[in-house]
Every structure is written in C-alpha cells, then in structure tokens.
C-alpha cells in the first residue's frame, strides 16, 4: 500500500488515451513525489508500472498494463495527496475522545469538534486552539432535570456531545450533551471555554441516551416571549423514555442568553400549544421517529426523518419530510410528506444522509429553476431485511434530489386535498385522527397553518428517481458545492471513504473518485467546507481530516486532465497544465473558453505548426502558434516572446 511519502515511477511507450468516463475504483491520479511535484513519466519501452511503498515494509508491487498506466492502491495514492491534514485526539493523548460533531465557520474558517466529554476549538488547519472538558459527571440518568434527586444512586456517567451549531448572529458555539436529560450550554466562539449565558432553569433538549437520534439547526421562528431575537434553535428528536412525559420530540426553542436559554420558544398559559409536538406517551415506545436532517429555507423549517409509515401495526418504514411555518407559534401548520427514491429495480425507503445547497447553472436550467433557489439532496438505503417494520439499512444506496419547489407544491398539493374535506388529520401519534374539515380557505404556497386540520399526514407522496446508485455501502454524509457551472456532491461512507460525484442532470449523476479518509471508519454526518470551498472538513469517530476538493495538478497531460472527469479541473492549453480555471493565467477576453478546455469537451487542443521554426533566444519577436482540436477549426494565437522563448 502507498504511504503519504513514498514515490512512483512510471515507464510507458506513449500517453495514454483519455479515461473512460466511468469510475474505475482500482485506478486514480498519481501521487506527488516527496517535494509536491508532480511524478514524471519518461518514455521507454516497457509499458509497466512500479509502485514502491513505504521503504519500512520493503513491499515491491509491480503492475504489468496493457494500453494504459496504471497505478498500485491507487485509492491511497489520491487520498494522501488530497488529504492536507488530520486532527486525532488519541494522538494527542486526550482521553475519552471519541467524536460525534464538526462545524466549520463560514468566515474565518475555525473548526469546532464535539466528542466524548470534550469540544475541541482548532484552527483551519486542525491544529489545536482551545479544549473544553464537560465530563464525566456524577448524576443519576433516570433524574428529570431540574428535579431533586439527591436520594437516586448516582455514578459518573460520560458526557456525548449530540448538538454543536455555530450561532453566527451572536458570535456563539451551541453545544448540548447527554448528561442532565440533553442540557445545552452557550459558548464564546472565539474562545470556547468562555461560557455566554445567564444562569437559570436548565432545559432538557438532546437526550440522556446517545442511541436516541437527535437533530439541530438554527433559523428564523416566532420569537420567543418578551424576546425580539429572530433565530431561534429548531430541535427534532427520538422520545421512548417515561422520564419527563412532557419532552416534545419537535420543539422551537430560544436562544436569548440573557433569560433561560433553550426554554420552548412560545407556549400557551396551560403549555397546551405552542412552538413544540409531543408525541402521546403510549405511542412513544411502539412509534419511532428517527431524525436525519434538518434545514430552513424561505419561511418554513424541515425535518427529514425515517419513521413508520403509519401508527398500525407492522407497517413499514419509510421516509418522510416535516413542515413547520417561521410564523406559525402554534405548530398549526405541522405536516408531514412522504419522499420517496424508486430505482427501476429497487425501492430506496431509508434517508440516511441529506443535504440542501443551491445548484450549478447547468443542473438549475435542467430543474427550470433559478440557482440562487434550495434543492435537497438525500442519500437512501433500500431495506435490509424483508421484514421492512424495522428500520434496517440494506446494503444498496441512491442519492435523489428534490427541488424546494418541488417540496413546496407538494405540501400544497396535500393540505389543499385536506381543506376540501379528504383525508384525516392529527397523526394519531400526537392526538386522535380526525376527518378533514373542508374549509373554502385559499390554500397556496405559503399558508402557515390554522387552528384546525392539523397536525396533518399528506397522502401524496413526493416520488424521485435516482440521479446515482450504488452497490455494497451505505452513505453516512452528504455534502454539495458548485464549482464553475457544475454541481458537485460528496459523499461519505461507512467504509471510511469519500466518494466525489459529479450531477450532470436532473436524472443522472456520475461518481468520478473516491478517497480514503479512515478506513473501517463510518464518516459523520457533518461535513462542511472551507469558506473558499476549496477544502472539505470530514470526520470519524477517531479523527478530522482536511481534504481537497480537488487534485488538478497531478494530472500531467491533457487526456489524463479531461479523462479524470473532474469538474473542477480543465486544460490550461497555452501553459500545458491541468488546473483550476482561475489558475489559467491567459483566460481573460474572448479567449476564455478556448484556452481553458473544461471537462465536459473531452477535446484536447495539439500544436499544428509554429511559426518561425526556430529563432535566437536573445531575439525579441512575435511567434505565430496555429492550434488544431480534433475536428474542430484551427485557430491561430499571436504571442509576444522574448528571451529564451519554449519552442
């Protein structure tokens, strides 16, 4: 196997031809000598390729191709020069270190990790800035918070960070763990050890037991009482136990430090309604809601979770989209939409990961919709068990996409069935179904709920079919960028790797690579990208790794730079390499496209004749270059050489 630091050498007769289009999992770029140049490829007469690993193991793997170059491990060999640096606490020496959380702020670039009784502040390039020990404590699980429970026996339990956001508004770090039924604390985000909140009640908000999925963001909401903040934390959780039979599994909670942070953001006098839905106590056990993802956009806040398909007996799980109105102060408007991913062969039921972004130019005119609009991504397994009344992920994956758009019309296109009296409100979970009230209110993309038919389960689901599948994983994070007019998704998996895609339309998508990051070790849900987006932050359980989102330079000819189908990479045609766009120095004016070849054109540009042949290299002259694409028309560039011109 390829370690970071050892070397390549690779003979062939001539280039080889571009890459075929389809991913080829044994086979990558090559990696970068010890001083980060690129790996020569002398012509001879063998076509063969020598890998040497590291010296230590004195492993000689030796690789005879036919046609092409190859390379050994070539997962390795992308992965450790694509990966720019890692952060692992058991390196360190730090103790009770396993990680659960990672953000990234969007300005200056910071990393914030939660773990096993400890948060880690880093800089962007992972290395340690500041560390917050938050357990073990000494508690009594079953203990309702805010109870006295000095009689209980009481032991040191750890403390798992299950909730960490960054406020931007305020300048805080958000951290809530198991100890205390899911207490939260605000912090400094400059410095995290540095708390930021007045004292007060504490409020239960995660969960005690870390098997219990949890789900957090920060959005706009109704604010809370005698409070004129606009951000409020959206909170969505699994709920079994009998501790404390007022714990909502949905709420809308403050975040005004100044007055009980985390308090139930609105509540009536009689705490009947408000920003919460708490599920009904002898359902919680038999009805399992598990919390993938959540998201604002415009005036409503999602959830994406995995939950039975009804409250009867032996149903189904599947996938289902919740709605909650920023005005709404009473979950009036709470609905429920099925999403489903049907391949032609396999129904994908299970969300597992999900992601909203804004698309490329090219997946935006191809959805009809504008790229500053909101799509949500979402990677699904298929069942694993025939018996599907389990929540059990199979071993095959797809990745679907929906428009916010799409969401929207569907919701519409449910409440408006609803409001003509069809169908039955109330969820039966939260409260007795009922029949739906037919009502001549004008029901459209923006209605925020009323006092009656609600909570309400929608009968029509919102159907997808894979952009992408994929056989023998399971995808454990989700996280997409556009770079030039592209869409680009990257995907992690519990085989420890990351897998980059490429969507090219709204019905397909294409996996172009896949780098290692942590072998045997599923990654996180939370991935975030460096404010230049050039980098993408992802994590283990045991480690943080600071990956480049792309490897331009390794590709040394212009087949090989096209034929990686990289999206962030083209052929710089005047200065012979594969770069970035904006590191093509002669793309400017009317030259912006032919002298930047992107991915896409799959045509290398060849220098037809140069005129004059050869002159003195003390001589200062223009030099006439026709270039010839295959097919295409010649064109012809004059440039200015001076002193010692490449010709």
Known sequence: MLRPDSTTMLMQIREPPPRPASVRPDRGPPPRNPAGASVKQPAVLWNLCFCWSWIISGMLCLLVVGGNVGYCDAAAAAGSSSIVATFGPDDRGLTYARLTHLQVH?????????????????????????????????????????ADCSNQDRRQVNNENR?????????????????????????????????????????????SDPSLSVVAFIGPGSPPINSAMSKVMYVGRTVLNQVDDSMPSVSTRSLDETRNPFEIAFTDALRSTGTFLT?????????????????????????????????????????????????????????????????PDTTYDLAQAAYVANPGTELADDLGIRVTDDVLFVAFSNHGDVDQTQNRPGRKAAL?????????????????????????????????????????????????????????????????????TLTDTRVTSVAVS??????????????????????????????????????AHPLLADMSFSPTKDFIYAATSSKVSKIRVQDCSVYTSCSDCLGASDPHCGFCTLENKCSLRSDCSMVKGDQRITNWIPYKSQKCTRIASVTPS??????????????????????????QSNSQPDI
Do not use: W
């Open 106 to 146: 969007r300005t200056n670039g910071k990393v914030y990790v939660g773990g096993v009784n400890r948060i880690y502040q880093l800089d962007s390039d992972l290395k340690l800035e500041e560390t917050v020990v938050s357990g073990p404590v000494i508690e009594s699980p079953a203990c309702p918070v805010n």
């Open 163 to 207: 909730i960490l956001l960054i406020y931007y508004d305020k300048n805080r770090l958000v951290a809530c763990g198991t100890v205390a039924q899911g207490a939260c604390q605000i912090r400094d985000l400059l410095n995290i050890t540095l708390l930021r909140q007045a004292d007060g009640k504490i409020e239960s908000v995660a969960a």
């Open 279 to 343: 599920l009904e106590a002898k359902n919680r056990l038999s009805y399992r809601i598990n919390y993938i993802f959540g998201f604002s956009s415009g005036r409503f806040s999602y959830f994406v979770t995995v939950q039975p398909r009804s409250l009867e007996f032996f149903e189904p799980y599947r996938t289902k989209i919740v709605r909650i109105c920023h005005d709404d102060a009473n979950y009036y408007s709470y609905t429920e939409v099925a999403l489903s991913c049907i391949g």
């Open 400 to 468: 679907c996409m929906y428009s916010i758009q799409q969401i929207q019309q569907k919701f519409t296109e449910n409440i408006r069935q609803c409001f003509t009296g069809n169908g039955v409100a109330g969820l039966g979970f939260v409260r007795a179904t009922y029949a739906c009230q037919k009502s001549q209110i004008d029901i459209n993309d923006e209605f925020c709920g009323i006092d009656f038919n609600y909570p309400y389960n929608g009968s029509l689901p919102l159907l997808a079919s894979p952009i992408l």
């Open 482 to 519: 556009v770079t030039h007019a592209y869409t680009v998704a990257f995907l992690g998996t519990e085989q420890g790797t990351l897998k980059k895609v490429v969507v090219e339309s709204k019905q397909t998508a294409k996996e172009y690579s896949e780098i290692a990051v942590d072998p």
């Open 614 to 639: 050869q002159i003195q290299r003390t001589t200062a002259r223009t030099v006439s270059k026709i270039y010839g694409q295959s097919g295409q028309m010649n064109r012809q560039l004059n440039s």
